[in-house]
């Protein structure tokens, strides 16, 4: 809603959302397609067992893959594009404290409020891309995988901490729990993400078109941080693969 205000500046006007620029969409996420997958084929022989297994079934659904990414241009054109932050993630994120001697300046801020930082975009794509206006949902979309990242962190950390945990029944339950944990926060991320956006009807489409964007938002987002593990975090690498897969 702050970044879709009203200017006469042209860099950050709100402008409507057409049937070019969701080909545009699948056009990039075609590209991030590509690039991804060749990078995994050409890095597969050096992954561990299970992180290769899911890598060479990711592999084996390439064309769905493009499939996803297409779909979105047999959807209607509605919404708006603005400038969005563009690498929002949990780590863009401060918590502030409510001030003591103060009324809050929103409702829902009485028990303090979050500021958010770095609106640099992701610094693997060119600063062209990362001007350009683009749906709200992408941002969307970039805490929903933060939040899968998260999940999984802690579910690591928890398993190096209790080695005994680490396989079998009592790891598939934890590991069960981390994914519940994520779809339950995500959940309400997102509702609390409707009811807010709210009060500017006109930045989303309506919820049929806006589910099938989110979910091609999400597929783009997860390769590119599976592209960006590949090149510097293998041992990440099964993170953004469970999240493509569960796709």
Not at 82 to 89: A, C, L, P, T
Not at 122 to 145: F, H, N, T, Y
Request: charge should be negative; glycine fraction near 4%.
């Amino acid at each position: 809603i702050a970044l879709a205000t009203p200017t006469t500046d042209p860099a950050f006007a709100a402008e409507p959302f057409t049937a070019d620029n969701l080909a545009l969409d699948a056009q990039r996420i075609d590209r991030q397609i590509t690039s991804t997958l060749e990078a995994l084929k050409l890095k597969l022989s050096t992954l561990k067992d299970l992180t290769a297994d899911a890598a060479g079934l990711l592999l084996s659904r390439r064309i769905d893959l493009f499939a996803r990414a297409n779909a979105i241009t047999s959807t209607a054109a509605s919404g708006q594009r603005i400038r969005i932050h563009g690498d929002y993630h949990l780590g863009q994120t401060l918590r502030t404290s409510a001030a003591a001697d103060e009324p809050p300046q929103q409702p829902g801020t009485e028990n303090g409020d979050f500021a958010l930082l770095d609106f640099e975009g992701e610094p693997a794509r060119p600063l062209a891309e990362r001007r350009q206006k683009q749906s709200p949902l992408k941002d969307v979309a970039g805490m929903i995988r933060s939040l899968s990242y998260a999940a999984h962190s802690g579910l690591d950390q928890f398993l190096t901490a209790n080695p005994d945990l680490a396989h079998g029944p009592a790891c598939e339950t934890v590991s069960a729990w981390a994914v519940f944990w994520q779809d339950s926060v995500s959940s309400e991320f997102l509702r609390a993400y409707r009811q807010t956006i709210a009060a500017n009807p006109v930045l989303l489409p309506p919820p049929q078109q806006s589910q099938a964007l989110l979910a091609a938002y999400l597929l783009e987002k997860a390769l590119y941080e599976l592209l960006y593990e590949l090149n510097n975090r293998p041992a990440w690498l099964r993170i953004p693969l469970a999240g493509i897969l569960a796709l």
